[in-house]
């Protein structure tokens, strides 16, 4: 007995409908990239393991879906690391390519290969699969969509802003209230550090302050501890943890907690900046928060930091996320070409509207008329209508086979198609056809431009 097939943890497979209302997200974050200015680009599934490793700290590092080289890989490989057990020097030597594990990268590396193409300030966006070889729950998968977007070339501020509102536009055409769009600054978690007197130790405080949400305030100094953060350093670290309040009046506190620290300062001049143009400008239906812990441990971020939290109501982690990285073409020999960019999490979006009973029903509408088959004469007589249908909009077909009426109904029936038409011998004749409503279970006798305006006025209301 043949054993029975299956997928890898953390992928999946997509029916009809999933697939439906993924481009329906999708669809509409690319109309507003566009709407915002942004150019499309795609890069490859896999890049070069060198482009990838050390991009992403220790963690990321391991992350990543290396691909064994072709052929006899053994044979090259370092049969010393081989010998000894050692993972990492072997796999230097037996992989020389791995999955994009996200977009960002590939897109520095894009940026830094076709530099002289290219127009800066340079706005682009990218909607492709990445790969992580994380361990799966739920909203965290192996494969998933990123939906980023990115400017190259500018410094200013404004970017930051457009971002915000980018945010706040996508998912209130989505119907997603409650939003919170949070941000921070590398600048004001350096200027922590440095006020507390261990810059050295910044990556392993920032690690440690991200996780307040999952381990609370305890957990979080004892990491700190079991850092080497010393208990005086922390204690003068404290004040943050009690910022309560609106943005402004975080702002103030901020300040005054960074007030010895220039780089900290700098951070709470650019957070006040993007905060009062927000004011200005107004969001439709999302909050902007000034999150003091948010850290995120990707290592390239060097000035603003966004994450957005979804709806209170709905238990799930961030479903977008991005920053402002001043020289990540600079890994790449390319410096001093400051970025900013987001990141739509699709897959967490998805769960997040299907909790929420957000899809609208037309996203997975399937077929809207099936056309009975009586046999090969009643059959072209349909294709006829069938083509014109489809020529005004309307999701038409043909049952392929002359099959039972029972099964052809049916078949209707499972795939909720809501008109049926019959065609035979009596409405060939008469150039007419029999529309079935299968909600209401009533038939007629109609011409095709009545049999058009039926289906399409019931299109309209529903």
């Given at each position: 007995m043949a054993q029975k097939p299956s997928i890898p943890k953390g992928t999946r497979d997509f029916s009809p409908a999933e697939v439906a209302k993924r481009n329906y997200i999708i669809n509409t974050i690319r109309q507003h990239f566009q709407l915002y200015g942004f150019q499309p680009i795609e890069t490859p599934s896999f890049?070069?393991?060198e482009t990838l490793m050390g991009k992403y700290g220790e963690e990321g590092d391991r992350l990543i879906f290396k691909i064994l080289n072709s052929g006899d890989y053994l044979k090259k490989a370092d049969q010393k690391a081989y010998q000894e057990k050692d993972s990492t020097g072997l796999t230097a030597s037996i992989s020389e390519k791995a999955l994009r594990y996200d977009l960002t990268v590939p897109f520095a590396r894009y940026v830094v290969q076709h530099q002289n193409e290219l127009e800066l300030p340079f706005k682009r966006y990218q909607i492709q699969p990445v790969w992580r070889a994380d361990r799966p729950q739920k909203g965290r998968f192996r494969e998933f969509y990123q939906c980023d977007a990115d400017v190259v070339g500018s410094k200013s501020l404004w970017q930051e802003v457009e971002f915000v509102q980018l945010y706040d536009a996508v998912f209130s055409s989505l119907g997603l209230e409650g939003v919170r769009v949070k941000i921070n600054n590398r600048k004001v978690l350096?200027?922590?550090?440095?006020?507390?007197?261990?810059?050295?130790k910044l990556i392993d405080f920032t690690v440690a302050l991200d996780k307040l949400d999952k381990i609370g305030e305890e957990g979080v100094k004892n990491e700190m501890l079991e850092k080497g953060i010393s208990a005086q350093a922390i204690a003068k670290i404290q004040p943050i943890f009690q910022l309560k309040g609106s943005f402004g009046e975080k702002i103030q506190g901020l300040a005054e907690i960074?007030?010895?620290?220039?780089?900290?300062?700098?951070?709470?001049?650019?957070?006040?900046?993007?905060?009062?143009?927000?004011?200005?400008?107004?969001?439709?239906?999302?909050?902007?928060?000034?999150?003091?812990?948010?850290?995120?441990?990707?290592?390239?971020y060097t000035g603003a930091i966004l994450e957005v939290a979804a709806p209170d109501t709905v238990k799930m982690g961030s479903i977008g996320g991005g920053g402002r990285y001043d020289d990540l073409t600079g890994i790449f020999g390319l410096k001093n070409l400051s970025g900013v960019g987001i990141s739509f999490g699709l897959d967490r979006i998805y769960l997040v509207l299907e909790e929420l009973g957000l899809f609208p029903d037309e996203v997975t509408e399937t077929t809207r008329v099936l056309f009975i088959n009586f046999g090969e004469k009643e059959a072209l007589y349909a294709l006829g209508a069938v083509k014109n249908l489809r020529a005004a909009g309307i999701i038409a077909e043909l049952y392929p086979d002359s099959a039972k009426m029972k099964k052809q109904m049916n078949y209707a029936n499972k795939r909720g198609i809501p008109f049926v038409v019959l065609a035979g011998a009596e409405e060939m004749d008469e150039k007419t056809f029999t529309l079935k409503d299968m909600k209401k279970g009533d038939q007629r006798r109609v011409s095709f431009e009545q049999l058009l305006e039926q289906v399409q006025l019931k299109a309209d209301v529903e």
């Amino acid at each position: 007995m043949a054993q029975k097939p299956s997928i890898p943890k953390g992928t999946r497979d997509f029916s009809p409908a999933e697939v439906a209302k993924r481009n329906y997200i999708i669809n509409t974050i690319r109309q507003h990239f566009q709407l915002y200015g942004f150019q499309p680009i795609e890069t490859p599934s896999f890049e070069n393991l060198e482009t990838l490793m050390g991009k992403y700290g220790e963690e990321g590092d391991r992350l990543i879906f290396k691909i064994l080289n072709s052929g006899d890989y053994l044979k090259k490989a370092d049969q010393k690391a081989y010998q000894e057990k050692d993972s990492t020097g072997l796999t230097a030597s037996i992989s020389e390519k791995a999955l994009r594990y996200d977009l960002t990268v590939p897109f520095a590396r894009y940026v830094v290969q076709h530099q002289n193409e290219l127009e800066l300030p340079f706005k682009r966006y990218q909607i492709q699969p990445v790969w992580r070889a994380d361990r799966p729950q739920k909203g965290r998968f192996r494969e998933f969509y990123q939906c980023d977007a990115d400017v190259v070339g500018s410094k200013s501020l404004w970017q930051e802003v457009e971002f915000v509102q980018l945010y706040d536009a996508v998912f209130s055409s989505l119907g997603l209230e409650g939003v919170r769009v949070k941000i921070n600054n590398r600048k004001v978690l350096a200027g922590f550090a440095e006020v507390i007197g261990e810059s050295e130790k910044l990556i392993d405080f920032t690690v440690a302050l991200d996780k307040l949400d999952k381990i609370g305030e305890e957990g979080v100094k004892n990491e700190m501890l079991e850092k080497g953060i010393s208990a005086q350093a922390i204690a003068k670290i404290q004040p943050i943890f009690q910022l309560k309040g609106s943005f402004g009046e975080k702002i103030q506190g901020l300040a005054e907690i960074l007030r010895t620290s220039e780089a900290g300062m700098e951070g709470v001049e650019e957070l006040q900046f993007i905060n009062n143009a927000i004011e200005q400008v107004g969001l439709e239906k999302s909050v902007l928060d000034l999150d003091v812990t948010l850290a995120r441990g990707l290592n390239y971020y060097t000035g603003a930091i966004l994450e957005v939290a979804a709806p209170d109501t709905v238990k799930m982690g961030s479903i977008g996320g991005g920053g402002r990285y001043d020289d990540l073409t600079g890994i790449f020999g390319l410096k001093n070409l400051s970025g900013v960019g987001i990141s739509f999490g699709l897959d967490r979006i998805y769960l997040v509207l299907e909790e929420l009973g957000l899809f609208p029903d037309e996203v997975t509408e399937t077929t809207r008329v099936l056309f009975i088959n009586f046999g090969e004469k009643e059959a072209l007589y349909a294709l006829g209508a069938v083509k014109n249908l489809r020529a005004a909009g309307i999701i038409a077909e043909l049952y392929p086979d002359s099959a039972k009426m029972k099964k052809q109904m049916n078949y209707a029936n499972k795939r909720g198609i809501p008109f049926v038409v019959l065609a035979g011998a009596e409405e060939m004749d008469e150039k007419t056809f029999t529309l079935k409503d299968m909600k209401k279970g009533d038939q007629r006798r109609v011409s095709f431009e009545q049999l058009l305006e039926q289906v399409q006025l019931k299109a309209d209301v529903e």
